[in-house]
C-alpha cells in the first residue's frame, strides 16, 4: 500500500463516512480511525487486490464497534463549522434537506448498504464482502431501505402538501 | 413475458445498472406493462441519483490536515501515534501512576507527582479549550456566574490562593471597561484552578481562567484559539497557565489580555 494510493483514497472515504454519520467532525473521526488502522494491518493488506474495498471493511468495522460502545457525545473543540452538504439545484423533486434527514431515518445497517451502492456504486457481491454479510442480506437491506427511504420522502412530500391546502 | 420470471432483484439490479445487457431488455420490457413497479423503480433512481448529488461536494473539499498527513505518513512515524486500546502512552500513565501512588505512600512526594501527571493529562486538554468550556458553562448563568461575588473580594482571594497554594489576585480592568463579577474554584486535570469574571456595562462577559497546573512549558507570548463562539487568549506566565475567553471581538480582547498580562506580571 503506498500513501499516494490511500490519499486518493481519501475523498471517497470522507464521503461515505459522512453519508453515514452525518456529523463533519464525527465522520473524520472515523476516517482517521481507519487510517490508523489501516497503518497498523498492513500485514494483512495483499498487494494488488481492492484498497478500497480493504478500506471500507476496516470501516465499517470500526463502525460496528463504534456502535456497540454506548454513546459519549464529544463537541468538536477545534472550532470548526460544521458544514452541511449542499446541494445547488433546487428544481429536483427531492430537496436535499428533505433527503439528508430521511436517509438519518433509516437503520444504521439499511443505510450502510444503500449508500455503498448508491454513492460506491459497488456490485451487490463487493457490498456483501465489505461488510461481511450474506448477499441475501444485502439485498434485503437494499430493499427495505430504498423502500422506506421512499416511503419517508413520500410522507414528507404529503404533509407539504397538506400544509400547503389548509 | 420472458421465460425467466423478473424477481425483485432484478429490479434493484436494473435500478443500480448491473444487470447485463439481455436481462436488462428483458425487465425494462416487463416494467413497460408494470406501471406500479416502475414507479418504484423510477424513485429508486431517483434516490440514487440524489445521493450522489447531496454528498458529492464532499468529493471536493480541502483534505483535512490530520487526515492528509495521516495518509501521506510512512508506517514508521505512525507507528507510534496508533491508538491500540492500550497504548504505550497509556501504559507509561499507568505505570507513572503506580510509581506515583507508591511514592505517595512513601511520604512527601504527591505535590511532585501531581506536577508530573498533569503536564501529560493537560496535551489532553488544552488549557485554552478548558478555559473556553469554563466559560460557556459559567458566563450564561445569570443568578450564579460565581461562587464568590466581587463584594467579598477579600475572602475570595484568601480562598483561592490558599485552594491553589499560591498567591492569586484578580486583575483590575475597570480602565477597559470590565468589572469584576466574583471567580469559583474548578476542577482542572489534576487540581484546582480558579476563574474569575468580568462584565461589561452590556452585560457581556469575560473569564480569566488561571491553572497553576504548567501546561505548556515551552510557550512564550499570547495564543490565540477559537471554540465556537469564544475567543481565547492564553499564554503562559512562570508556573502558572492563563486564558482570557469571551465572545467578543479578537482585537478588544487582545487589548484586555494585554492589560491582564501587565497587571499580572507586576
Request: glycine residues 8%; aromatic residues 6%; hydrophobic residues 45%.
Given at each position: 500500500m503506498d500513501s499516494r494510493a490511500l490519499l486518493g483514497e481519501l475523498p471517497r472515504l470522507r464521503r461515505y463516512a459522512r453519508a453515514l454519520v452525518g456529523e463533519r467532525a464525527a465522520a473524520d473521526d472515523l476516517v482517521q480511525d481507519t487510517l490508523e488502522r489501516a497503518w497498523s494491518r498492513l500485514a494483512q493488506w495483499r498487494p494488488g487486490s481492492d484498497l478500497r474495498a480493504w478500506l471500507f471493511s476496516i470501516m465499517h468495522n470500526l463502525r460496528v464497534?463504534?456502535?456497540?460502545?454506548?454513546?459519549?457525545?464529544?463537541?468538536?473543540?477545534?472550532?470548526?463549522?460544521?458544514?452541511?452538504?449542499?446541494?445547488?439545484?433546487?428544481?429536483?423533486?427531492?430537496?436535499?434537506?428533505?433527503?439528508?434527514?430521511?436517509?438519518?431515518?433509516?437503520?444504521?445497517?439499511?443505510?450502510?448498504?444503500?449508500?455503498?451502492?448508491?454513492?460506491?456504486?459497488m456490485s451487490y457481491e463487493e457490498v456483501a464482502?465489505?461488510?461481511?454479510?450474506?448477499?441475501?442480506?444485502?439485498?434485503?437491506?437494499?430493499?427495505?431501505?430504498?423502500?422506506?427511504?421512499?416511503?419517508?420522502?413520500?410522507?414528507?412530500a404529503a404533509a407539504v402538501q397538506l400544509r400547503v391546502v389548509r | 413475458m420472458s421465460p425467466n420470471p423478473i424477481s425483485e432483484n432484478d429490479l434493484h439490479a436494473y435500478v443500480?445498472?448491473?444487470?447485463?445487457?439481455?436481462?436488462?431488455?428483458?425487465?425494462?420490457?416487463?416494467?413497460?406493462?408494470?406501471?406500479?413497479?416502475?414507479?418504484?423503480?423510477?424513485?429508486?433512481?431517483?434516490?440514487?441519483?440524489?445521493?450522489?448529488?447531496?454528498?458529492?461536494?464532499?468529493?471536493?473539499?480541502?483534505?483535512?490536515?490530520?487526515l492528509r498527513r495521516l495518509a501521506e505518513a510512512a508506517p514508521q512515524p505512525v507507528e507510534r501515534e496508533k491508538k491500540p486500546i492500550l497504548s504505550r502512552w497509556a501504559l507509561q500513565r499507568i505505570a507513572a501512576g503506580l510509581l506515583l501512588a507508591t511514592l505517595g505512600a512513601l511520604g512527601g512526594w504527591f505535590g511532585h507527582g501531581q506536577y508530573a501527571s498533569s503536564e501529560r493529562l493537560a496535551r489532553l486538554v488544552p488549557l485554552a479549550h478548558q478555559a473556553a468550556v469554563a466559560h460557556v458553562v459559567y458566563s450564561p448563568d445569570l443568578r450564579r456566574p460565581v461562587e464568590v461575588g466581587v463584594e467579598q473580594e477579600e475572602q475570595l482571594v484568601k480562598w483561592l490562593s490558599k485552594r491553589l497554594s499560591t498567591p492569586v489576585k484578580p486583575p483590575k480592568l475597570g480602565d477597559l471597561g470590565y468589572e469584576l463579577v466574583g471567580g469559583r474554584l474548578l476542577p482542572g486535570n489534576s487540581g484546582p484552578v480558579a476563574q474569575f469574571m468580568y462584565q461589561d456595562a452590556l452585560g457581556r462577559r469575560m473569564t480569566l481562567y488561571l491553572t497553576p497546573e504548567n501546561t505548556e512549558p515551552h510557550a512564550a507570548g499570547f495564543r490565540f484559539?477559537?471554540?465556537?463562539?469564544?475567543?481565547?487568549?492564553?499564554?503562559?506566565?512562570?508556573?502558572?497557565?492563563?486564558?482570557l475567553s469571551a465572545a467578543i471581538d479578537k482585537g478588544e480582547l487582545a487589548r484586555v489580555a494585554t492589560a491582564v498580562y501587565a497587571q499580572l506580571a507586576r
Open positions: 464497534d463504534q456502535l456497540r460502545r454506548p454513546a459519549l457525545l464529544i463537541q468538536p473543540g477545534d472550532g470548526e463549522v460544521p458544514e452541511m452538504a449542499m446541494r445547488a439545484t433546487q428544481s429536483d423533486s427531492l430537496e436535499v434537506g428533505d433527503l439528508g434527514a430521511a436517509l438519518e431515518r433509516l437503520p444504521e445497517e439499511q443505510r450502510a448498504v444503500l449508500l455503498l451502492v448508491a454513492l460506491e456504486e464482502v465489505t461488510l461481511g454479510i450474506p448477499i441475501g442480506t444485502v439485498m434485503s437491506r437494499l430493499a427495505r431501505g430504498r423502500e422506506r427511504l421512499r416511503l419517508i420522502l413520500a410522507g414528507q | 443500480d445498472a448491473l444487470l447485463p445487457p439481455l436481462r436488462r431488455a428483458e425487465v425494462e420490457a416487463w416494467l413497460a406493462e408494470h406501471p406500479n413497479e416502475m414507479a418504484h423503480v423510477s424513485a429508486w433512481r431517483e434516490q440514487n441519483a440524489a445521493l450522489r448529488e447531496l454528498f458529492r461536494p464532499v468529493l471536493d473539499e480541502d483534505l483535512p490536515d490530520r484559539a477559537r471554540e465556537g463562539e469564544i475567543n481565547v487568549f492564553y499564554w503562559v506566565d512562570g508556573s502558572f497557565g492563563y486564558a
